[in-house]
């Protein structure tokens, strides 16, 4: 059994309304958010549906039992630090449940299995940015850049429930597809659009999500993909 990283920290946090309900800048104005997590040292019972005390907003395109537990890189922020000017991004800014060490979107697999602390998880998907963090860091483009770098971050369902802290080593116990990691699956439907061959492969991993299949399905058959709702929403 490989040790493959570690939670550095753990974030959960209740719904937040954020924002200025008078402001005339839409990147200004109120919006609610669960992104706005507080770290804890404690252990957390990790469910099916998620942590114990810990909230989406949007419950149709975030949480669920396919999104059960939200994962990001530490080392990202540094890059993003410096990249965007901007030293205030820091972990936790992207609303996930867990900071990671030692581990990232190259080294982990759609379909993985570990086990952390007293769960088992499973890969079930890379996230996909939606406009929040961009309204969050001031930055209306930062969504698509997370896209562009492929930093996205990744979401586990739970295959046994238990409790989890900071601290807690990922261990794995299955790779089904190698192939497949999540930095590999951004570029596919990111940068990789021309080639058939590869879309095809990636809509045909039984580990891929349904939403993803569908999107190569239409950009297999031609039709344009308009994502600038989820990657701007309400912030033009």
């Not at 998620?50 to 949007?58: F, I, S, V, Y």
């Amino acid at each position: 059994m490989s040790i493959y990283g570690k939670v550095h920290t753990l974030y959960t946090g209740g719904v937040k309304t954020v924002g200025n309900p008078d402001a005339d800048n839409k990147m200004e104005q109120q919006w609610k958010t669960g992104a706005f997590k507080e770290k804890t040292d404690k252990p957390v019972f990790l469910s099916k549906e998620g942590l114990t005390g810990d909230e989406c907003a949007d419950k149709k395109n975030h949480g669920g039992a396919e999104k059960a537990l939200f994962a990001y890189s530490l080392a990202h922020y540094d890059k993003w630090q410096r990249e965007l000017g901007n030293p205030d991004i820091k972990a936790g800014g992207n609303g996930e449940n867990v900071s990671v060490t030692n581990m990232d979107e190259t080294t982990v697999c759609i379909g993985d299995i570990y086990t952390l602390g007293e769960t088992t998880l499973q890969v079930s998907q890379p996230r996909r940015p939606c406009w929040k963090p961009a309204r969050r860091h001031n930055d209306i483009d930062l969504a698509k850049k997370i896209e562009n770098t492929g930093r996205t971050g990744w979401y586990f369902r739970v295959l046994k429930e238990g409790n989890i802290q900071a601290g807690d080593a990922f261990k794995l116990l299955e790779r089904p597809c190698p192939e497949w990691t999540i930095a590999q699956m951004n570029e596919v439907l990111y940068h990789s659009q021309e080639n058939i061959g590869l879309m095809e492969s990636l809509r045909d991993c039984e580990y891929t999500p349904p939403s993803w299949k569908s999107t190569l399905d239409k950009l297999l058959a031609g039709e344009q993909v308009d994502d600038s709702k989820r990657l701007y929403g309400p912030n033009i």
